[in-house]
């Protein structure tokens, strides 16, 4: 059995990794929090909130902030790295010289390296070969989370027993972690939700009827399971929480920045001025790689595929909704 990982460094400072550092102390965990922005390393220190990125939250649990990567990393337990998904590789270098052999690094965020189109965990493997990489993902919303509200998730690692011992450093009764060894199902299925949940965001902002975000819903589930079966991932990890259990949350509800993307598209929001600034919406990064991916591993993805093509400005909704209805009759399992 592994040993008890008691010394967690957050790596990010933002609405999930905060929420995630809140996690680790109600469970009892020593928690140092790093984050790039020295006004959150002191709002947290502070006044025990993350006002930037958890408004109206206060702390319910200890931790502390510091602006000093090598000292947040230095003789921790295990590191969830929990900045945007493209920033994983520039992360894993910078702490490249500080880890500890065989420390668990758990990816938090939801998406896909756009410049290589690997799964992070692959680029973790790449640049940071000395850490045991682990992902963690599943239906959460961090503001549902910080405010102690009941969460399951899923938290993978190719070793059954680091995903074990993750699971129990991490566990509360607000939070229940479910362990997996399907390192690459949990994380196809957090980025692929991003992007169908832009276009359930855009059939709901356009007024085109719930029975159309139901039938999106569903068959966007059947290309996260198309594309994730060709890159590995085990169906039942596919249906559980990180899969079926995102893909649900994000698609149906405005909470999701994602779907809020979506939603402003919908209702007439040049993509242009949507893509300036703004909270982050990791599904705008992970269309285009979805779309390559799926030409790589002869996977069709007409409901990706046009979220791209949208957000390229090269085709409008209408015309995608057309393009979509209009496609060549098929069985519906083929
Ligand atoms: N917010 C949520 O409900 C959830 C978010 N996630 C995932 O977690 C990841 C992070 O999301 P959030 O924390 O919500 O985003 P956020 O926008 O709230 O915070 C992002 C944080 O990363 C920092 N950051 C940005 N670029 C950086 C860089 N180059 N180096 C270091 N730090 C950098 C920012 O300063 C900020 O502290 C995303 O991949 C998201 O999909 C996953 C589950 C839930
Ligand atoms: O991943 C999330 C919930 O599981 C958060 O979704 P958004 O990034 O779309 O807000």
Same mark, same amino acid.
């Given at each position: 059995?592994?040993?008890?990982?008691?010394?967690?460094? !957050?790596?990010?400072?933002?609405?999930?990794?905060?929420?995630?550092?809140?996690?680790?102390?109600?469970?009892?965990?020593?928690?140092?929090?790093? #984050?790039?922005?020295? $006004?959150?390393?002191?709002?947290?220190?502070?006044?025990?909130?993350?006002? $930037?990125?958890?408004?109206?939250?206060?702390?319910?649990?200890?931790?502390?902030? %510091?602006?000093?990567?090598?000292?947040?990393?230095?003789?921790?337990?295990?590191?969830?790295?929990?900045?945007?998904?493209?920033?994983?590789?520039?992360?894993?270098?910078?702490?490249?010289?500080?880890?500890?052999?065989?420390?668990?690094?758990?990816?938090?965020? @939801?998406?896909?390296?756009?410049?290589?189109?690997?799964?992070?965990?692959?680029?973790?493997?790449?640049?940071?070969?000395?850490?045991?990489?682990?992902?963690?993902?599943?239906?959460?919303?961090?503001?549902?989370?910080? @405010?102690?509200?009941?969460?399951? !998730?899923?938290?993978?690692?190719?070793?059954?027993?680091?995903?074990?011992?993750?699971?129990?450093?991490? #566990?509360?009764?607000?939070?229940?972690?479910?362990?997996?060894?399907?390192?690459?199902?949990?994380?196809?299925?957090?980025?692929? @939700?991003?992007?169908?949940?832009?276009?359930?965001?855009?059939?709901?902002?356009?007024?085109?009827?719930?029975?159309?975000?139901?039938?999106?819903?569903?068959?966007?589930?059947?290309?996260?399971?198309?594309?994730?079966?060709?890159?590995?991932?085990?169906?039942?990890?596919?249906?559980?929480?990180?899969?079926?259990?995102?893909?649900?949350?994000?698609?149906?509800?405005?909470? $999701?920045?994602?779907?809020?993307?979506?939603?402003?598209?919908?209702?007439?929001?040049?993509?242009?001025?949507?893509?300036?600034?703004?909270?982050?919406?990791?599904?705008?990064?992970?269309?285009? !790689? #979805?779309?390559?991916?799926?030409?790589?591993?002869?996977?069709?993805?007409?409901?990706?595929?046009? !979220?791209?093509?949208?957000?390229?400005? @090269?085709?409008?909704?209408? %015309?995608?909704?057309?393009?979509?209805?209009?496609?060549?009759?098929?069985?519906?399992?083929?």
């Amino acid at each position: 059995m592994m040993r008890r990982l008691q010394k967690i460094a !957050v790596l990010g400072g933002g609405a999930w990794g905060t929420a995630l550092a809140l996690v680790a102390a109600r469970a009892g965990r020593d928690v140092l929090l790093w #984050a790039r922005d020295a $006004s959150t390393v002191t709002a947290i220190n502070e006044t025990r909130s993350n006002p $930037s990125y958890l408004p109206g939250v206060t702390f319910d649990a200890p931790f502390q902030a %510091t602006g000093d990567l090598g000292g947040a990393v230095s003789g921790c337990d295990a590191i969830l790295l929990v900045t945007p998904a493209q920033t994983t590789r520039e992360m894993a270098k910078a702490i490249s010289s500080t880890i500890e052999p065989g420390t668990p690094v758990v990816l938090c965020a @939801k998406g896909i390296e756009r410049s290589t189109g690997a799964l992070l965990a692959d680029v973790l493997a790449d640049c940071l070969p000395q850490a045991t990489p682990a992902v963690l993902s599943g239906p959460s919303f961090a503001d549902d989370v910080a @405010k102690k509200l009941p969460t399951a !998730v899923t938290v993978a690692a190719s070793q059954g027993e680091v995903a074990d011992a993750l699971s129990a450093a991490l #566990a509360s009764e607000s939070f229940r972690p479910y362990a997996s060894t399907d390192v690459a199902g949990v994380q196809i299925g957090g980025a692929l @939700k991003n992007v169908l949940a832009i276009a359930c965001g855009a059939v709901v902002g356009r007024g085109w009827g719930a029975s159309a975000q139901a039938a999106l819903t569903a068959r966007g589930f059947r290309e996260m399971t198309l594309l994730g079966t060709a890159l590995g991932a085990r169906p039942d990890t596919l249906t559980g929480l990180s899969g079926l259990g995102d893909l649900v949350l994000t698609c149906s509800s405005a909470q $999701s920045r994602n779907f809020a993307f979506g939603l402003a598209l919908g209702r007439g929001t040049p993509v242009k001025n949507l893509m300036s600034g703004g909270k982050l919406a990791e599904g705008i990064f992970t269309a285009s !790689v #979805a779309v390559d991916l799926g030409k790589r591993h002869a996977v069709d993805l007409p409901l990706s595929t046009a !979220v791209d093509a949208v957000l390229r400005e @090269k085709i409008d909704l209408d %015309t995608a909704l057309a393009s979509l209805m209009t496609r060549p009759l098929k069985r519906e399992t083929d």
